[in-house]
Structure formats: structure tokens, C-alpha cells
């Protein structure tokens, strides 16, 4: 152990002496080759900074602004392809660095590069606002009619939520950005009907009203196509970044997750009203499915960081239903009088997100 020990504290010590050599005559070279530069000595600048520059030893903040005079003397000295060289390392190590424009001869350099996100990461979190089933076929337990059905929220019911990450990467420098991601959202509905002889506990036919609330859990893997409505190349300097996107997702549910909350019926003309906490509706979702994704949104840029808000929208493209169980669910067809219908599923929400750019700086 005290061998490891001594090892360890014998390469701190070689790495910090080493880290100082560099640092005490970088930063002496430094200042005397700003001294060099206002006095017109354009040489001698060469001279004090070459060693120093391209060394990644050196401290960040001490290259870059080394770097940033070099590119400047070399510009002076119509090196241009050492100018270049130059400043494509100060903006792979500073894609926010911005040179004085004002100066014609730096203007032409600044253009001789361009600057923009090749991936970006999202993480991001939001509510279901609404989830409405899109009927396409009404069933119903033998005898029993379906008057009307409708999806009304009542006051206590649960919102959806989401939350997930994607990662987009750039489509060879257009608007364009291809992204892959995982999500998982848990999605609330409220199914209610009106019914006509339903079957009551005692044996007669009556009419009745029936609702619960469904829940289900689905983990997704969407594969997503963004457009920013600004150029790619004017993100990095945009306070605002605005973007639509539109996709497609693979949707595996949660079995378990499936299941029917707090399904009551009551009769009319009677006292007679049956409840229950939850049924499982495990055997009776779909287990995978296809959603067609599409939002709109805008990011609040922060450097290499941001903050997006945006609205979604996302519609399961199959049947929700499996046929083969759908009158197997005895309490659900004989107690409550209730059958599946063949339904899609509509989902409208907010998102709240937070992200990091990754920027790269190619030579036009």
C-alpha cells in the first residue's frame, strides 16, 4: 500500500511540475510577445508564441489568447495558411471566439471557417395534457347497447407525463438534424359510456353509466427528423433557436402498466352501484406499436448549453386492443358490462427540456 502511495504522489508531482514548466514560460512568452505585436515586431511574436500555442499542456485560457494573437500576426505577415492553421485551433478549442470584424483582413479570416452544431443532446420532461381514443370499431358484451361514449376528464383524474433523452446529429451542414432517442411516458384517459340493457348484479337488464380512468406505461424509441428554422451556421450567435420536427417511434408497453382505475357502474331506476380500486387490463393491450410524432418548439441558447420549451403531438398507429381477449376479461364483460373497442390513441402535450450543443469549425 505505501508503495502505491508513493507512486501515486511521485506522478501528481510530475504531472504538476510538469504543468508549471509550461505554464511560467507560456505565460512569460506571452506577454512579451503582446509587448512584440504593439510595437510592430510581427517576427519576433512568431518567435515567442509557436512553441507555446499548439502545446496542450499550456492552460486553456492562456492558448486561446495566444492562439488568437498568432492568428492575427500571421494574418499581418500574409501567412495566410499558418493564419488559418491557427485559428482553426483556437476554435476547436473556443468555437465562440470572435475576431475584430471590424478589421478587414481578420473579417476575411472569420469567414474562412464556419461554425455550427454536429450533435446535440436532449433531456427533456412534460405532461400529457389530453389523451383521446380515435374509435374505429364499438363492441359490446352480448345484449348490452352502447348508447354514447365520450372522453371527458373528470376533476380528480391524473395527467400524462413523459421524460426522455435524444441525441440529433447533423445532416451535412443543412437545417437538417437526424435524431435517435428513448423515452418513456405514463398516459392517462378517461373512458365513460351510456348503456342500455346492462346486465345488473341481480339479474335484470337496466340501464347504466359507466367510466374509469385507463393507464398505461409504454417505454419508446423514436427515430426523429428536426428542421431549425434558422440557418445551422447562425445557432451558435442566435439568443433564440426555433424548430419543428416530425418522426416516427416504436412503442413497446409495460404490461404490467395496463390497467383499469377506480371502474364504476351505476344503474338507473336503482340503488344498485358496483366499484372497485383497479382492474388489470394486462392481457388485453397490444403489447407493440408504431407512433407518428410531430412538435414544434424553440431553445433558449446558452453557449454550448440551452433550454427548450415545445409542443407535441403523437398518435399510436395501431389497434390498441387485442381481439383474441377481448371478451376473455370476465369482470370487465359481466360485471361492468364493458368490451374493448378497436381504438387508436391521440396524445397532446408540453414539453420542458434542457440540452447541450456539440459545435464543430471545418475550413469552408
Request: aromatic share 14%.
Amino acid at each position: 500500500m505505501n508503495m502505491i502511495k508513493k507512486i501515486f504522489l511521485t506522478a501528481a508531482c510530475l504531472l504538476s511540475a510538469s504543468f508549471l514548466f509550461c505554464q511560467e514560460p507560456c505565460e512569460e512568452a506571452f506577454q512579451l510577445a503582446r509587448d512584440d505585436y504593439y510595437a510592430g515586431r510581427l517576427n519576433e511574436v512568431v518567435r515567442h508564441l509557436e512553441g507555446c500555442a499548439f502545446n496542450q499542456a499550456v492552460p486553456r485560457p492562456l492558448r486561446r489568447n495566444m492562439l488568437a494573437l498568432l492568428a492575427e500576426t500571421y494574418v499581418f505577415l500574409d501567412e495566410e495558411e499558418r493564419a488559418e492553421d491557427a485559428y482553426s485551433e483556437l476554435l476547436r478549442l473556443d468555437p465562440f471566439f470572435r475576431l475584430d470584424t471590424k478589421v478587414p483582413e481578420l473579417r476575411l479570416l472569420s469567414e474562412t471557417h464556419l461554425t455550427y452544431p454536429v450533435t446535440t443532446y436532449t433531456f427533456y420532461t412534460g405532461i400529457y395534457l389530453r389523451s383521446i381514443p380515435l374509435v374505429q370499431k364499438q363492441y359490446s358484451p352480448d345484449g348490452v347497447d352502447i348508447l354514447s361514449e365520450f372522453y371527458d376528464r373528470s376533476n380528480d383524474d391524473l395527467f400524462g407525463w413523459t421524460t426522455g433523452v435524444n441525441v440529433h446529429f447533423d445532416l451535412y451542414n443543412s437545417n437538417f438534424d437526424l435524431g435517435l432517442g428513448y423515452g418513456i411516458s405514463n398516459i392517462f384517459f378517461r373512458y365513460n359510456a351510456e348503456l342500455d340493457n346492462a346486465l345488473a348484479p341481480n339479474g335484470e337488464r337496466l340501464k347504466a353509466s359507466l367510466s374509469f380512468q385507463e393507464k398505461q406505461r409504454w417505454n419508446q424509441f423514436p427515430v426523429i427528423l428536426t428542421y431549425n428554422l434558422i440557418p445551422k451556421s447562425k445557432i451558435i450567435y442566435s439568443k433564440f433557436v426555433p424548430y419543428i420536427y416530425a418522426g416516427a417511434a416504436w412503442d413497446v408497453l409495460i404490461r404490467n402498466s395496463a390497467e383499469a382505475t377506480g371502474p364504476s357502474i351505476s344503474f338507473d331506476n336503482s340503488n344498485i352501484r358496483v366499484s372497485t380500486d383497479m382492474l388489470s387490463l394486462r392481457e388485453n393491450r397490444n403489447r407493440n406499436n408504431v407512433s407518428f410524432l410531430f412538435g414544434a418548439g424553440v431553445r433558449l441558447h446558452l453557449k454550448r448549453f440551452f433550454i427548450s420549451l415545445e409542443g407535441r403531438y403523437d398518435q399510436m398507429l395501431k389497434n390498441m386492443a387485442l381481439d383474441r381477449t377481448r371478451f376473455s376479461n370476465t369482470e370487465l364483460n359481466q360485471t361492468y358490462n364493458y368490451a374493448d373497442d378497436d381504438f387508436k390513441l391521440h396524445n397532446y402535450g408540453v414539453c420542458l427540456g434542457a440540452g447541450l450543443y456539440l459545435f464543430n469549425s471545418p475550413k469552408r
